[in-house]
Structures are given as C-alpha cells and as structure tokens.
C-alpha cells in the first residue's frame, strides 16, 4: 500500500464548477500535511497547509480527518487558472521527510 | 518563503558520465533535499544535505551513485554519476523554512536530465 494515495483523476470540469480531492496516507503518526500545485513542466508550489481544524484560503478548503486518515481539498468557482497537477503531502511522522502522492490532475474548460 | 535557483536547468548527456547540480538558496537554510521526479511520477526524496556531515540517503539511493555536497547554509550540489537512461528525470533542490507554528518547504525550477 503507497504511504500517500490520491484520487487518480483527471478531473474535467467547466469554469464555476466545485471539485473535491481526496487522499488518505497510511502513517497514522504523521503530524503535518499539505496540499501543493504543479503546473506543466514546473517544480510544485506550496498551495495550503492543512490543520486539524480545517482551513480556508479564498476558493480553496482543505479539511483533515485524523481518525480516518483522510484529507480534502475543495475548490469552488474553478478557474481555467485552476488546471494543474495537485499533490497531497504527508509528513513521515517525527522526521523532516515530505510524502508525495502520485497527484490529481484538474482541467478546467471554458 | 525562499528563492532557490539550480544550475544547469536542463541537460543532455551521454550514459557513463557524470553531472553536477548546483542549487543555491537566497537564505540561509539549515534543511536541504533533493528529490527526482521520473516522467508522469510524483517526486520522490534521494536524499538530505546536512551541513558539515554526509549527506542522509533514502532507500534505493546510495552516496556512490549520487554524491552530495553542502558546503555551507546557502549552497548543495547533487552529482549523478556514472549516468544511464533510467536516470532520466528531473531534479529539484527542496529547502524547509520553519516559523513558530509554521513548516513550509519550498522547490527550486528543477534540472531537467536527459540521458541518451
């Protein structure tokens, strides 16, 4: 089993749309999570850590699940901006080292 | 946040050889890493640059095959050595700025490697 699964995607939606994704990770005593971007042929960008309590940043929600080991992400009102690569990422539990996983791919059209 | 540039950015060599990567930080870091990213894959850890000791490796990834120095707080190099086909991939510098609360990492653009 991956340490970090993701929602395979791609995930087609039109402009205004709200699309979620989901990624479960295997160590249950990983502490810090985030979601990053990575647009085509570039390095990822840090998009928004995800806390306990869950958290917004404009049009992104990203909500953690301890007990079930389950992360979201939400974006409402898609963008055509909005069409990337996203990673969910998981710390390995008292050591420095990030997990990525395989991503979900997004497309938004017109 | 961080700026972090690596050099070259991409590259085309030839199997048996050998390249260095340079990565250099706008600020002292005490947490480097290098990562790879094989095409159409997520990125996986090769290794952490300690400053002042020897690199820590990940499992599959030996010191002989990617050699890694951190001279100082600023600065690492990767060499990916004796080089094949499958070493076809891009690398990416990592550092982690740290608040109170807070853990971000940040990536460099990458030096996209291929190996003919």
């Known amino acids: 089993r991956k340490e970090v699964e993701q929602d395979p995607g791609p995930f087609n939606v039109p402009e205004g749309a709200t699309v979620a994704f989901n990624c479960t990770y295997s160590?249950?005593?990983?502490?810090?999570f985030f979601w990053y971007r990575q647009d085509c042929r570039k390095e990822p960008k840090l998009l928004m850590s995800?806390?306990?309590s869950g958290n917004e940043d404009g049009r992104f929600t990203a909500q953690l699940n301890r007990a079930s080991q389950y992360i979201s992400l939400l974006i409402r009102d898609s963008k055509l901006s909005d069409s990337a690569t996203y990673l969910c990422?998981?710390?390995?539990?008292?050591?420095?080292?990030?997990?990525f996983g395989a991503g979900t791919r997004l497309a938004v059209h017109p | 946040s961080a700026v972090i540039s690596q050099k070259p950015s991409r590259d085309i060599c030839q199997r048996g050889t050998s390249l260095t990567i340079q990565c250099q930080v706008d600020?002292?870091?005490?947490?480097m890493f290098w990562y790879r990213q094989q095409p159409g894959q997520s990125l996986t850890l090769i290794a952490t640059?300690?400053?002042?000791?020897?690199?820590?490796?990940e499992s599959g990834f030996v010191i002989d095959k990617f050699p890694i120095s951190r001279p100082n707080l600023t600065f690492s190099t990767l060499t990916v050595s004796n080089m094949s086909p499958e070493d076809s991939s891009i690398y990416l510098c990592?550092?982690?700025?740290?608040?109170?609360?807070?853990?971000?990492?940040?990536f460099g653009p990458g030096t996209r490697l291929t190996v003919t």
């Open positions: 990592s550092v982690v700025i740290t608040g109170t609360v807070t853990y971000e990492q940040y």
């Open positions: 160590n249950s005593a990983s502490q810090s």
């Open positions: 995800v806390y306990s």
């Open positions: 990422v998981v710390n390995s539990g008292g050591y420095n080292k990030l997990i």
């Open positions: 600020s002292q870091v005490t947490m």
């Open positions: 640059a300690n400053q002042g000791s020897e690199a820590t490796y």
